[in-house]
């Protein structure tokens, strides 16, 4: 009886690589960060945005080690399984200033391995404020807490989306105008500003 000859299968190519870029958000916040950037992402119809949790009580030097080691995780996966659909395009770690130390050298440490950071001064809640109103000069965190409650009456760090679609685009004219009028007085990063924009320009590309 004679043996069929099958067509031997080539080795399985390399995944062509997608037109979006992937993104990792890693975040210190365990709810508002993450429900506000997932929103985000699903509205501008971009799937191709994971955003993970530090582990524990995260500080922004700590922050920033996670995420370049859940880059390099990236890396070697993709290698192993010939995809390079699975490596990162890019990395943001977000978080606040508040009261943070080394945040120096948090950032030193991103520039180091190619990291991209969404820092907000004083906290998160600014960010969400710019979708409603012009900023309110340097605060601290719960008077901000405070001002987002009288757009958001019921807010508590949980976010729907929804709620700031709308002023996306104010928010993030103002939040340039924020850093650029700091860069020009020579204090970049000051109380108040905010590089959330950043990422979300990121996501929002075509």
């Not at 429900?35 to 920033?64: L, M, Q, W």
Request: aromatic share 6%.
């Amino acid at each position: 009886m004679r043996k069929r000859h099958r067509e031997k299968r080539p080795a399985r190519p390399e995944e062509q690589r997608a037109s979006l870029p992937r993104i990792l958000v890693v975040c210190e916040g365990l709810i508002t960060e993450k429900e506000y950037i997932e929103g985000f992402a699903k509205s501008c119809r971009n799937p191709r945005v994971d955003v993970d949790i530090h582990p524990g009580k995260g500080t922004p030097v700590t922050i920033v080690e996670y995420a370049r080691d859940r880059r390099l995780e990236a890396i070697e996966q993709a290698s192993r399984e010939r995809d390079s659909n699975l490596e990162y395009d890019e990395v943001w770690c977000v978080f606040d200033i508040d009261d943070h130390p080394n945040v120096p050298r948090a950032k030193q440490q991103a520039r180091d391995n190619g990291l991209e950071l969404a820092i907000s001064n004083p906290c998160i809640e600014l960010w969400l404020i710019l979708h409603f109103r012009e900023q309110p000069g340097a605060q601290e965190r719960n008077k901000l807490s405070n001002i987002l409650k009288s757009f958001v009456p019921h807010y508590d760090k949980h976010v729907d989306f929804e709620h700031y679609k709308n002023g996306y685009i104010d928010a993030s004219r103002r939040s340039q105008n924020l850093d650029r009028e700091a860069i020009l007085d020579g204090d970049d990063g000051r109380n108040p500003t905010t590089g959330v924009w950043r990422l979300t320009e990121s996501i929002r590309k075509e």
